[in-house]
């Protein structure tokens, strides 16, 4: 588990918010009220480290310089004078947060959290003139990012090429070989804005800011560049991604099950055909329908139903694995595809599927209504065609139907 060092004379509040960061993001907290106590604390790791300027034995922020050396650090004090806080801004620090202001325990949390989303998070950072470069690198660093560090964009581009797994490129409009403009023009021919911002950097000049933001860049700073403000325009850009990605997962969901919808489903199983077309794969295909649910919506109302709908999606979802697909192929109907897998074993999870459906139950009125599913399930091997595994597994789910129900059938 991650720790966090706490160092604050103030015991009763040092306390309540080493509480708040346990129960809330469950990390443990050490405590540390002297400088003293602080320096024993430091031989254990921590990943970050919260500390005010003024402790018994520490009374003008020495702590700063002997603990931000070795863990991210960030100031939490009482003291809003801003002449020490300017000067502390420009040691090795996160942040600065103080203590009196209604949002403090906020801030804590939050900067807790970026700092463990992002910790270790790819960044491509193109600058020409190294002491720049350092300096960002530097912050970057400070916040735990992967820092791919390149002195013009022909360089970066190949750090891009070999780490596709980059979340953000940082670069100057103005580099030798290929300018940040360029760079930025190779990006986003290959990727979106939410999955890969840009921010690039570059002298006071209103048009060539115009430009780059309508080209795609997530935003332009000038330079020099303010540590905080820094800080401040690169979790903006940070969060627009996520919102963005998040965005768009939940428009590619049905919003009943939680679950994929139709054409996301499809979608994803043509990649998945494709991407294997070359191997040799097996795999599953299968629809699941819920018996006689038009007649329970009937009898019962559509709540009911939908309730029903996404007792079956959990189910599906706690038997398969985060990279088998699963959608709401249509209104009593879900489309399952279990990848690489053998027929005994995607027997099993189906067949534990639908006997899970089968005890679930929902509370009416005090009574519980019991539910059942039928599948039909066609398996496969690389080079198979969507609308081959539809329809044989839309025969198959017929057969379970006439047959009786709450049954699997195989596709002959």
Known sequence: ??????????????????????????????????????????KNEYFLAFVDLCLPDAMNGEIVDVVADKIPTIVLTASN?????????????????????????????????????????????????LPERN?????????????????????????????NDTKLVIADVKMPVVSGEEFLAEIRANYDDSELGV??????????????????????????LLKELFNYRLDRVLNYMQDKNF????????????????????????????????????????????????????????????NIIKICADEMIAETKGRDILGRYSGEKFGILLKNISQERALKILSRIRVNIKNA?????????????????VFANSGAKLDDLIEKATKALSVAKNNGKDRIEVCS
Do not use: W
């Open 247 to 306: 965005l768009k997962t939940y428009n590619n969901l049905d919003h009943t099950s939680g679950l994929k919808d139709h054409y996301t489903f499809k979608t994803e199983v043509e990649d998945y055909l494709n991407d294997i077309a070359s191997g040799e794969q097996e795999f599953a295909f299968a629809f699941l329908d819920i018996d006689e649910l038009k007649s329970i919506n009937d009898e019962y109302g559509f709540e009911v139903g939908d």
């Open 361 to 377: 139950g929902i509370l009416i009125n005090l009574d519980e209504l019991f539910f059942t599913a039928s599948i039909g399930v």
């Open 81 to 129: 004078d801003t002449n020490k806080r300017e000067e502390f801004m420009h040691k090795n620090i996160l942040d600065y947060i103080f203590k009196e202001s209604d949002t403090c325990v906020e801030q804590i949390l939050e900067a807790i959290s970026t700092l463990s989303y992002y910790a270790k998070t790819k960044v491509i950072l193109a600058m020409a003139k």
């Open 135 to 163: 300096e960002i690198k530097k912050f970057l660093s400070q916040r735990l990012f992967n820092v791919l560090a390149a002195a013009h964009g022909e360089e970066a581009l190949v750090y891009l090429e070999d780490n």
């Open 199 to 224: 921010i690039l950097l570059g002298e006071k000049d209103d048009v060539t800011e115009a430009r780059v933001l309508k080209n795609g860049a997530n935003d332009y700073l000038i330079k020099p």
């Open 1 to 42: 588990m991650r720790k966090i060092l706490l160092i604050d004379d103030n015991k009763m509040l040092s306390k309540l918010l080493a509480k708040k960061i346990q129960n809330t993001l469950n990390y443990e907290v050490d405590i540390a009220h002297t400088m003293a106590e602080a320096i024993v604390m430091l």
